[in-house]
């Protein structure tokens, strides 16, 4: 039998659930305090906890703060893969009115449902 440890079985509850959420608060925190290092990687702990779009775009904010062009690209491209509604975000957000001339990140932007770049 599995050992569970002191906390028994909310110690599988909270890896499931509340960590992602703590590790992308923590994340946003330390985006909000223009501590980028500790936002990607307490963004990418979460997203290996939990994929998700959210995570995603975070990941690509960090990245336009940083200008990792190529990063941005990336995490843009998953973040509208994993929710559509992410591309509004990506046209309208403040991060990201650098690159908004970019043709790459116009076309990843404008990308389709479905479509590959």
Do not use: K, N, W
């Amino acid at each position: 039998m599995r050992d569970l440890g002191r906390l028994g079985l909310r110690g599988p509850l909270f890896e499931e659930v509340a960590r992602p959420d703590l590790l992308a608060l923590d994340g946003f925190t330390r985006y909000v305090g223009e501590d980028y290092a500790g936002a990607r990687e307490a963004f990418l702990a979460a997203e290996r906890c939990a994929p998700s779009a959210y995570h995603q775009y975070m990941l690509a904010c960090v990245a336009a703060s940083t200008r990792e062009v190529e990063a941005l690209l990336s995490h843009a491209r998953a973040a509208i893969r994993g929710d559509p509604a992410y591309r509004e975000r990506f046209r309208g957000d403040e991060e990201f009115v650098p690159y908004r001339g970019d043709a790459a990140f116009a076309a990843v932007v404008e990308l389709t449902e479905g479509a590959e770049r």
